[in-house]
């Protein structure tokens, strides 16, 4: 007799009801323990997901940290990089003691006090101290003086952590005190390492879409990666109990659980779509079309793209596609690009608005495009001239006695600050590599090219 392939049930939807009861024990679930970002702190530097260049066999820092020789240091970069856990992990290999203030809630008092117990055990004890100063950024000038003298002495070695740039806010005698040490957003392979640690201490495996899904939304961020698969299993712990499943078990996360817990839903964004919106991206705004730059730009950002590789790319078509026709665009997509640096998800995404909404309503000019590739291609393809000997040198002992200048006309002193020399070697000089248009600011030009 043939089998016969009965249909499947569909899958069960929860109710809002449902909805709301797992909702609740997942609370429970996660009041009941310390953070899984706590937990997962790492216990030695070689445990330190990320920033190879500084902890790696070769890094600066893992080099003065094993030899104990390491000074005050700013610890600078985006959050959920790892600045505390580096900062603690290189107290506790040193031989110094440790003490921790936050510049949130720290005052000059606080200051003065650490400085007091790290005189009195060096003096007693012959022991250094470590002060890790967390938010450094935060501490207003007076207090950032209060430390200057005992950092200088060498009574306190100080380890400042700070999401700003130290340049900005960080006081120029401290700074220069401390060595600077930049840490970097943890790229997809470092945030899925993180993920894999989490789910295996949470005793719980996720579905290779929702470890991606999650890896995407992090941005860089190790520590928010770890608090939302924290709320993604404690949601799917819920549901698993509630369905009938054993509550020591593995408890299975899947996509829907990602989503929840981030209160968003993925969107379509693997390698080939990457390379595809980034396309589309650009060629609205080559094709002076904001609303579609401005669709594509959401896209992107809602899928968790690095806003640094949209910056770039900003900063490549001011020049490749606006050019002189309005040689502001470059400033302005450079200014996002700074902003991206310097303020952070989400609130740069205003800045990066802005430069597309600019970039796309500019006039258009590929001319300095094609003139860099065909001066390029003549370089590949024709004979290296000689650079003319009025143009070469003059100022050095005996270059004028090998013609090194003579001739050379300085048009500082010609009317119009022009004069019509040659500048090219004798093998390209009829070539012509810049040809302006008539779009923008770069008509200007044409008469004078």
Do not use: C
């Amino acid at each position: 007799m043939p089998s016969v392939s009965l249909p499947r049930p569909p899958p069960h939807t929860l109710s809002p009801v449902e909805q709301d009861l797992f909702a609740a024990a997942a609370s429970a679930r996660l009041e009941a323990r310390s953070p899984l970002a706590a937990r997962l702190r790492p216990s030695n530097l070689d445990e330190v997901v990320g920033q190879q260049h500084l902890l790696g066999p070769k890094g600066s820092l893992r080099r003065l940290v094993d030899a104990d020789r390491l000074s005050s240091a700013i610890l600078w970069g985006p959050a959920g990089t790892g600045k505390t856990t580096i900062a603690m992990l290189v107290a506790n290999a040193s031989s110094k003691a440790f003490e921790q203030l936050s510049a949130v809630n720290a005052s000059v008092k606080d200051v003065r006090h650490v400085i007091a117990a790290a005189e009195e055990r060096l003096g007693a004890h012959g022991r250094g101290t470590i002060l890790f100063l967390d938010e450094v950024h935060r501490f207003n000038k007076s207090q950032q003086d209060a430390l200057l003298p005992a950092v200088e002495s060498g009574v306190l070695t100080l380890i400042g952590a700070t999401t700003e740039n130290p340049f900005f806010e960080v006081n120029a005698p401290l700074r220069s005190r401390s060595t600077l040490f930049r840490l970097e957003m943890l790229d997809a392979d470092d945030i899925a390492e993180l993920l894999r640690r989490g789910l295996r201490a949470e005793r719980a495996e996720a579905t290779a879409d929702a470890i991606d899904y999650l890896a995407g939304r992090a941005s860089g961020d190790g520590r928010q990666a770890l608090t939302t698969l924290e709320v993604a299993v404690a949601l799917a712990g819920a549901e698993f109990v509630a369905s009938g499943g054993d509550d020591t078990a593995i408890v299975p996360v899947r996509l829907e659980h990602a989503e929840a817990a981030t209160d968003l839903k993925s969107l379509r964004y693997g390698r080939d779509e990457h390379y595809d919106i980034i396309s589309a991206f650009i060629k609205s705004i080559r094709g002076s079309d904001p609303d579609a730059g401005v669709y594509w730009l959401a896209r992107m950002l809602a899928a968790g793209e690095d806003a640094r590789f949209i910056a770039r790319r900003l900063v490549v078509l001011a020049s490749e596609d606006v050019g002189l026709a309005d040689p502001m665009s470059l400033l302005v997509a450079n200014g996002a690009a700074h902003a991206v640096e310097f303020v952070g998800l989400p609130e740069a995404k205003f800045a990066l608005t802005q430069a597309v909404i600019h970039l796309a309503m500019a006039p258009k000019s590929n001319s300095a495009t094609v003139a860099i590739a065909e001066a390029s291609r003549d370089v590949q393809e024709l004979p290296a001239g000689e650079v003319p000997m009025h143009l070469r040198d003059g100022h050095y002992k005996g270059a004028a006695s090998l013609g090194h200048g003579e001739g050379y006309v300085y048009p500082h002193n010609e009317p119009g600050g022009w004069v019509d020399q040659e500048h090219r070697p004798e093998e390209v000089k009829e070539r012509r590599y810049y040809r302006p248009t008539d779009r923008g600011d770069e008509a200007r030009y044409r008469d004078r090219s």
